[in-house]
């Protein structure tokens, strides 16, 4: 309250006039009415509407559903798609039974209809895709989310399996994702149980994506998980193309490290360009080399040769065998004690194995156990020793280790430090074109950390693993916003030949802006009214844009009367 009456109120518009000039872009909220139809008449808001305010607040705002009304309250409602009256009446329970109508629907259907707006609106191509997966841990038991049929579906299971956030305590789900090498955006998705190998799920993956392309002639990169005859011969007899990485365990590797003792490759120079992350650093080398021996499908194999990784294993093994020589030698000194425990020399056998297997270095350190023998003497009775005094000698049985280093070993796996193989089926490429297509696939990881620390996904507190399944729907709409916004701002930097934008903290330049810089660049925006003691609006003060702020906009394609002539229920 202002003085001699007056009071001023507040809208917060944030970044909500951008995000939902991308959702009328992508027609969600129109695509969402078709698919979960509000049919009971008793609804006073939509399912869609429902579902709309919860992904707005995703991107957004980040609370969980039981919060969504306070997270709505600060904003202008007409930013979510609300009255006032709606915004007030907002609820957990409304969200959590339009969850239950998005479960039901048809979101293969779905999921088609806005990749295919995604590819006529926004011009992305799906000549060229990245799978990966990682576990999404949930906190609470989930008793019945066995796998179990929920009106006529089968919900995902939520169990214990391998944990990639290191939480073996927690149950969990597992969510696959494909991306496309064009900005990385997300077009396919879908749950897994929670114990599901990674291994298992590329097919249906490529059948997906088969069925949106309706060309199974793109190329399809993934993590050596793909590596298995079942996965790669069920891609190439329908036409298709991959690039994986060949594992360790694998015939070809283990001869090409041996066959590099005795010969130099000839390495092709595929990038030399200066340190990524220090100036003074070494050069950033890679170099490439197809191997003239095919792989057993008679497939080409190319090696991949890393400057900046060689320097990190070696120090890495460095590191590992010191490291282990100092627990060794921690143990030397329990044994050497006054009082050491009895060990069995299988115990002690089972103690050494446990340092050797966790710093990896079993390979490099041989240890040799030995038992010796410490003889001591002791008075037979007690009393003042005398001459007549006998003696009885006491011996102690103490083990003692030694270990050497093979250092040739060392030197054989120094051979082939920072090189690692890829495969594939597309004979037509140029090993330069196959390490460029593999070196695109950490940009899926970048959607993983985003998924899960900008987007900080929780699946807690909801009634059922149908809901939680129709949530993470929701996220992966939320995670193609963010990657189109993203993507734009930088094609849009292109077009106006902008190395970068002023976008960091204290105005410090940006070369690749990402779509939480954007938003938290609009994150104060708001509306003013002015009005009297009987509500009526005096005045109406208007967001004042500064010009970071708006020439962000205009890269992004958006009209600065977005915010500038934003009127609350009038804007259009």
Not at 89 to 97: K, T
Not at 330 to 336: A, E, G, I, K
Not at 362 to 390: F, N
């Amino acid at each position: 309250m202002l003085s001699e009456g007056f009071e001023l109120q507040v809208e917060r518009l944030g970044p909500l006039p951008v995000v939902n000039h991308f959702l009328d872009r992508l027609k969600v909220v129109s695509l969402l009415d078709a698919a979960v139809p509000t049919l009971d008449r008793r609804c006073r808001l939509s399912y869609a509407l429902r579902l709309g305010v919860l992904l707005r607040s995703i991107i957004v705002e980040r609370a969980p559903i039981y919060r969504q009304q306070e997270s709505v309250a600060p904003f202008a409602p007409e930013g979510f798609g609300l009255s006032a009256e709606d915004a007030d009446g907002l609820n957990d329970d409304q969200i959590g039974r339009a969850l239950d109508r998005l479960f039901d629907a048809d979101r293969g259907s779905l999921l088609t209809e806005l990749l295919l707006v995604v590819a006529t609106e926004f011009g992305v191509s799906f000549s060229e895709f990245h799978n990966d997966s990682t576990s999404v841990s949930v906190t609470g038991q989930y008793v019945d989310a066995t796998g179990r049929r929920m009106r006529g579906k089968r919900a995902p299971w939520i169990t214990y399996g391998y944990s990639k956030d290191h939480r073996p305590d927690l149950k969990q789900l597992l969510f696959i994702l494909t991306s496309t090498a064009d900005g990385g955006i997300p077009v396919h998705f879908r749950n897994a149980d929670g114990n599901a190998n990674d291994a298992k799920t590329h097919i249906e993956s490529w059948e997906a994506l088969n069925r949106l392309t309706g060309d199974p002639n793109f190329l399809y990169v993934a993590d050596s998980k793909l590596c298995t005859a079942e996965n790669m011969d069920y891609i190439q007899r329908r036409g298709g193309r991959f690039i994986t990485v060949m594992p360790r365990s694998r015939a070809e590797d283990k001869e090409f490290r041996a066959w590099i003792q005795t010969h130099e490759p000839e390495w092709q120079i595929a990038w030399d360009r200066p340190n990524p992350r220090r100036a003074e650093g070494p050069r950033d080398v890679w170099r490439v080399y197809r191997f003239p021996i095919p792989s057993c499908e008679s497939w080409p194999v190319i090696w991949v040769w890393s400057s900046l990784s060689t320097l990190r294993q070696e120090r890495r093994r460095r590191e590992r065998i010191g490291r282990a020589v100092e627990e060794l030698e921690q143990l030397q000194r329990r044994l050497d004690g006054p009082r050491p425990r009895k060990r069995t020399r299988a115990h002690l056998d089972d103690e050494i194995q446990a340092i050797l297997r966790h710093r990896r270095v079993w390979r490099y350190i041989h240890v040799k156990i030995e038992e010796r023998e410490e003889h001591k003497y002791r008075q037979a009775t007690p009393g003042r020793p005398g001459q007549q005094t006998r003696f009885r000698r006491v011996t102690k049985r103490r083990w003692s280790l030694s270990w050497t280093i093979d250092e040739d070993r060392i030197a054989y796996d120094h051979k082939s430090d920072g090189m690692y193989p890829l495969l594939t089926n597309d004979r037509s490429m140029a090993p330069e074109e196959v390490l460029a297509a593999h070196k695109r696939q950490p940009a899926i990881e970048k959607r993983f950390e985003q998924f899960k620390t900008v987007h900080e996904i929780a699946p807690v507190f909801l009634k059922n693993e149908g809901r939680i399944e129709a949530l993470f729907f929701l996220y992966f709409v939320a995670l193609l916003v963010q990657a189109l916004i993203e993507r734009e701002v930088r094609l849009g930097m292109q077009r106006g030949s902008l190395a970068s934008l002023p976008i960091y903290p204290e105005d410090r330049a940006c070369r690749h802006p990402t779509t939480e810089q954007v938003l938290r660049l609009f994150h104060e925006v708001g509306c003013h009214r002015l009005l009297d003691r009987a509500g009526t609006e005096l005045a109406t003060f208007r967001p004042q844009l500064t010009e970071l702020q708006s020439q962000v906009l205009d890269l992004l394609g958006i009209r600065r009367s977005a915010y500038s002539a934003w009127t609350g229920v009038d804007a259009e």
